[in-house]
């Protein structure tokens, strides 16, 4: 059934003459092209891009298309990921012109209903984050990250504190300390204890009047709501640094907790995890952040503020007419086709349903956690909240099936891995994050898969996957002597 | 209740039992302290189905004019490109949509095919030996050239650029560098353009110089000798190109150029108010482990077939932390797709034809826009697909909001990054436009002079 040709590259399959596009006749009173661009800048030959036929070009990419594993078509229990299901109606109604096709430098007046669905958006994130300040222009959480580092260094500068420490813990995504780093903080770790938690003592170790800011995911990577999160906020208050909450889970937490109630002054969300935005094969995302009141003036412009019965693009909190803005981190306004998702996602489901997202992810979570804890290793205990991550260490040194091994072959079972090796504190971590729009039949048959691989033969685990268009990669060679690009034979 | 939600009561019941809870609360409580959780719900209206979020969506884009509703002459960094319906079909599917970062090599090679050849179309219209397969935007991308630059001249502190570089795109430069140890030099740009003073800039302390060709105001600028001035200084190029200017005009690599970035929205994505879009970057070969952002590369599986993974990871925050040489995770793939299936359908005779399209209708424009009493063309040399236009009496908004109630998005002003540009606008032709918008166009800029 399958098609081979598909894996040809669209250079492969070109052939000299073939073409799709066809312009309209030019018919103007103007000199010849070659007479309006100067000799010197033409470019000597054409370009080497490929010559096909429309129907080449669906065809390759309909068929490339089905070797992916999706959302749409699998489970896809990707932890820190948040995959769930992204709603179709978003899709219909975020590509109605009226969004799509607006100009970037378009007046303001002209769009105002646009600019209404950002407004509320802003003001929506601010309550599901008791965090005031809200700036929509980030493009991805790490850019967030980035950004609202770059509002505390200017709140310390503005201060004259001179703070050149970043804590970030030591199960952090990678992306905080290379964050923290990209705005010339030195990064230093904070540890975590066995039970997975903040250990306070390393963390008061660590504190003194250089620490500018502490990065804390919460609940944290290994899906648990650190319940010290009052005692760790007061103390880096205490030495005058700022926390900042990574807001990748936030899904766990809608409507039961908010990260400007437990103590951070600064986050960022993820609307491609937490509010459905469609994964793109890797982006696009978003990257909005929050934050205290004292720092909104700090925040990147423009922000979308509403005069009366209009909208604007405003420069913030600033009244004196000075401008304390870091400025911006981007061209443009942001992401918005993923920040109107995400306005219809939260519309969809209102502040109660809201609470039921993360209610359900946590329960099913937990359900899962309940089956697989009898199958591998669950270091952190026997509740999470919306992920848990297992170790895969005992069944490696009994068996020698690795975290890579079970993600390999539970890929033949038709169900996307698990993310494997992160966070870095579990040995041989498979992380695993259901979400609230998997049913219960699907954890059940997940489980079961993962139960009949640890059973399996060893050696069929290590050959694993069976099923996919390919085998393991070589990845040592591919980066030892990379091939990046195609090049004619 | 509206929503995705999938348990019944039955499922509920049966997995707390499971679990052993007796409630989720229950499980909450054992983890949230009581004194952090909420006490009252989110202040947040209750949720609509799909009907009625239908008609809300409806009307909030009913409020909007638009690159569809009106005729578009915006430029400056995003344009009116045409996009054929191919891209829109495929790129919907969701195998590539609802997918994530091909961490699973043996299920995503869809997407990593898709990234190598997207790679490979960016070598090739840059004439350059690498590309990543994505960063944000245009001007997060010129960033990442500047930071790239800085870290591959250690010890050099010195960023030169000038007022022909878009005025977004410079503004996010300063913002990144406050933070560390460099400076942007801004060279004015004159009506002879500013390849001199450039290069009179440039000495042993410069990382890089960063041009952008054709400029903000569509001009062609000297690339070639300011390429050779840095490189004598030891300085690297960044050049900021316009994907779709090559299909006519010399290519970075072509002209010396060491790192090249564009925006990328023009190849097949939605204008959408400014993003997602898509950052494209290529460099020269030696400066590969410099690269920021995910690289695919071919390799073999172990039967021996060929194949794709995530290549030169080392270089990323997943793995090197605080040492990686940027943060970025998410990236814009998507974007790169509908780039890759655009590229795919144009080829290399229908790129050079829209470029050429751009140019002669742009030149078309000056033309009849020189006709009307009111205006004044700036620059009357060369230019790609972008001119300024100054409004003799002086005011552009009054000019704007005529032509927007004639169903025409007229220009961009300039007021607001050039002050001694507040009577001017920047004009964009793209293929779309046709002779009968163009003339339309300057017959409502001439009428707008009948009004004063
Ligand atoms: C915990 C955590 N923090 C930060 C990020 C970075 O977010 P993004 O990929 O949107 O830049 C991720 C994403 O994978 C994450 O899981």
Not at chain 1, 109 to 121: D, F, M, N, V
Not at chain 2, 109 to 116: A, D, K, T, Y
Not at chain 2, 143 to 148: I, Q, S
Not at chain 2, 381 to 399: H, N, Q
Request: glycine residues 8%; hydrophobic residues 40%; negative net charge.
């Amino acid at each position: 059934m399958r098609n081979t040709q598909a894996t040809q590259l669209i250079f492969e399959m070109s052939r000299i003459g073939r073409r799709a596009t066809v312009l309209p006749p030019l018919d103007l009173p103007v000199p010849a092209v070659d007479q309006l661009v100067p000799k010197d800048h033409q470019a000597e030959a054409p370009l080497p891009l490929p010559e096909l036929a429309e129907g080449d070009v669906v065809r390759h990419f309909v068929n490339l298309s089905t070797l992916n594993m999706s959302v749409d078509t699998h489970f896809y229990p990707l932890g820190s990921c948040t995959m769930k299901y992204n709603p179709k109606r978003n899709e219909r109604l975020c590509s109605l012109p009226g969004f799509s096709a607006v100009h970037p430098l378009q007046d303001p007046a002209t769009i105002q209903g646009l600019l209404q669905a950002l407004y509320e958006l802003q003001g929506m994130l601010a309550e599901i984050s008791g965090l005031p300040g809200v700036s929509l222009q980030p493009a991805a959480g790490a850019h967030g990250e980035l950004t609202a580092l770059m509002v505390a260094a200017a709140y310390f500068r503005d201060r004259g504190e001179n703070r050149t420490v970043v804590l970030t813990a030591d199960s952090a995504h990678g992306t905080n300390p290379a964050s923290a780093a990209m705005v010339g903080y030195e990064t230093r770790t904070v540890k975590s204890r066995s039970n997975g938690l903040v250990d306070v003592d390393d963390l008061k170790s660590k504190l003194d009047g250089s620490v500018a800011v502490f990065m804390l995911t919460n609940p944290n990577t290994l899906g648990l709501f650190d319940s010290q999160i009052r005692e760790i906020t007061s103390l880096v208050h205490e030495h005058g640094g700022l926390i900042y909450l990574d807001g990748a889970n936030m899904n766990a937490i809608l409507g039961i907790t908010r990260p400007g109630d437990f103590g951070a002054d600064l986050m960022h969300y993820n609307p491609h995890k937490t509010f459905s935005g469609p994964h793109g094969g890797g982006g696009p995302g978003a990257g909005p952040i929050c934050v205290r009141d004292f720092l909104a003036k700090y925040l990147p412009q423009p922000i979308v503020m509403k005069n009366g019965d209009t909208y604007h693009l405003g420069t913030g909190e600033n009244e004196s007419g000075t401008n304390d803005s870091i400025g911006r981190v981007r061209s443009f306004f942001g992401n918005v086709g993923v920040l109107l998702r995400a306005y219809c996602y939260i519309r969809t489901y209102g502040g109660l349903g809201l609470r039921r997202v993360s209610e359900d992810a946590v329960l099913g979570a937990n359900y899962l956690l309940s089956r697989v804890k009898h199958i591998l290793d669950v270091p952190h205990g026997d509740r999470c909240m919306h992920e848990f991550v297992a170790s895969a260490s005992k069944i490696k040194k009994a068996r020698g099936l690795s975290a890579m091994d079970l993600a390999k072959r539970i890929l033949d079972y038709g169900f996307h891995a698990p993310t494997v090796y992160f966070p870095l504190v579990v040995d041989e971590a498979v992380m695993v994050e259901p979400t609230e729009t998997e049913s219960k039949e699907t954890l059940d048959a997940f489980a079961a898969a993962l139960f009949r691989i640890t059973d399996e033969a060893p050696e069929l685990v290590h050959e694993a996957p069976h099923s996919t268009k390919i085998s393991r990669p070589d990845d040592v060679t591919a980066s030892r002597r990379p091939i990046v690009r195609w090049t004619p034979e | 209740m509206t929503g995705y939600l999938f348990h019944t009561d039955q499922d509920r019941r049966e997995m707390l039992e499971a679990i052993g809870a007796a409630s989720v609360q229950e499980i909450i409580d054992a983890q949230v302290p009581a004194d952090v959780q909420m006490k009252v719900p989110l202040a947040i209206a209750d949720g609509l189905d799909e009907m009625s979020l239908e008609s809300l969506m409806r009307s909030l884009a009913a409020k909007n004019a638009s690159a569809a509703s009106h005729t578009c002459f915006l430029g400056g960094g995003a344009y009116d490109h045409f996009i054929p319906a191919a891209v829109d079909e495929i790129a919907s599917r969701g195998e590539f949509y609802t997918s994530y970062t091909p961490y699973q090599a043996e299920v995503s090679q869809g997407n990593l095919q898709v990234m190598f050849e997207y790679e490979t179309l960016v070598t090739q219209l840059t004439g350059l030996a690498v590309s990543n397969a994505s960063l944000y935007d245009g001007g997060s991308a010129t960033v990442e050239a500047v930071l790239m630059s800085l870290a591959a001249t250690k010890g050099r502190t010195k960023v030169v650029t000038t007022t022909a570089l878009h005025p977004q795109y410079r503004q996010t430069i300063d913002t990144y560098l406050e933070s560390i140890e460099a400076d942007a030099v801004v060279i004015e740009a004159t009506s002879n353009g500013t390849s001199e003073s450039m290069i009179a800039a440039i000495d042993s302390e410069t990382a890089c110089v960063v041009v952008q060709h054709p400029n903000f105001f569509g001009r062609y600028e000297d690339v070639q000798r300011i390429a050779d001035a840095a490189h004598q200084a030891g300085a690297i190029v960044v050049q900021v190109f316009d994907p779709v200017s090559v299909g006519l005009i010399k290519r970075p690599g072509d002209l010396g150029v060491d790192i090249a970035v564009a925006e990328g929205q023009s190849l097949g994505n939605h204008l959408c108010y400014g993003g997602p879009y898509l950052g494209m970057m290529a460099c020269r070969e030696d400066l590969i482990r410099r690269m920021p952002g995910r690289i695919a590369g071919q390799t073999t599986d172990r039967r021996g077939k060929r194949c794709w993974v995530l290549t030169l990871q080392t270089r990323e925050q997943h793995i090197r932390r605080d040492k990686a040489t940027s943060n970025i995770c998410s990236n814009q793939t998507l974007l790169a797709l509908r780039a890759t299936i655009h590229l795919s359908l144009l080829g290399p005779h229908g790129l050079r034809e829209t470029a050429e399209h751009c140019v002669a209708k742009t030149e078309y424009a000056r033309q009849q826009l020189s006709r009307c009493q009111r205006l004044e063309i700036v620059h009357t040399g060369p230019v790609f697909k972008e001119f300024v236009v100054r409004d003799r009496d002086g005011d552009v908004a009054e000019l704007m909001q005529t032509a927007f109630n004639q169903g025409i998005l007229a220009g961009v002003p300039l007021a607001s990054w050039y002050p001694e540009m507040s009577d001017c606008f920047l004009v964009a032709v793209t293929e779309k436009r046709s002779r009968a918008e163009i003339d339309r166009l300057a017959e409502v800029l001439s009428s707008s002079l009948a009004a004063v």
